[in-house]
């Protein structure tokens, strides 16, 4: 069975940083690209970033880029989201997702974890 | 403000149908794959529809979705109560390099 389990959520002060990681277990995790996902408290979703298997390939949406990283650790079966600079705006539930499809332009996300919670204020 | 639109939510009553739009651009749906995901706060979203129109192994055919140009559809057939959620397009954006969403659609069953 597909399992995605995020930890490392808490509570920051602006300026911070926070390290989250995403625990896969049930499939060849170095096979599969993997993205981080959130939701603000009342808005939709947000993608965040993107990792290929083999992490020779990273995208990041632009209100994250410069101030998070992706990486992942193959051995480990672990994806991690390094969170620098945080920004009260940053406060959401925060998903990891396994990315399946043929393509970037025919990707999609078919398991997801159930998400932890990062709150950003003073 | 969301790069795909949707409309904030839908309604109809127990058996209906309704549908839900995501409108684009020839950068994300024009050109690439629609895939939709239904969504209750504090639970893990999940996938619905992949490749514009094709269901997974057990969703059931309730619901379908469909493309044309820059736009997109959920239909979700025989409503039920719980199919009370929120509903989501997603895409890739090839000018952007990056997965778009739309802001998310309310179903709610009267």
């Known amino acids: ?122 | 403000q969301s790069v795909l639109t949707q409309p904030p939510s839908v309604s109809a009553a127990p058996g209906q149908k309704v549908t839900v739009s995501c409108s684009g651009s020839s950068s994300n749906i024009g050109n690439n794959y629609v895939s939709w995901y239904q969504h209750l706060p504090g639970t893990a979203p999940k996938l619905l529809i992949y490749d514009n129109n094709q269901r997974p192994s057990g969703i059931p055919d309730r619901f379908s979705g469909s493309k044309s140009g820059p736009s997109a559809s959920l239909g979700i057939t025989g409503l039920q109560t719980g199919d009370e959620a929120d509903y989501y397009c997603g895409t890739w954006d090839s000018i952007l390099s990056a997965v778009v969403f739309g802001g998310g659609t309310k179903v709610t069953v009267l």
């Open chain 1, 1 to 122: 069975e597909v399992q995605l389990v995020e930890s490392g959520g808490g509570l920051r002060q602006p300026g911070g940083s926070l390290r989250l990681s995403c625990a896969a277990s049930g499939f060849s995790f170095n096979v599969y690209s993997m993205n981080w996902v959130r939701q603000a408290p009342g808005k939709g979703l947000e993608w965040l970033s993107f990792i290929s298997g083999s992490s020779d390939t990273i995208y990041y949406a632009d209100s994250v880029r410069d101030r998070f990283v992706i990486s992942r650790d193959n051995d480990k079966n672990s994806l991690y989201l390094q969170m620098n600079s945080l920004r009260a705006e940053d406060t959401a539930v925060y998903y990891c997702a396994r990315v399946r499809g043929t393509s970037l332009s025919a990707q999609y996300f078919d398991y997801w974890g159930q998400g932890t919670l990062v709150t950003v204020s003073s």
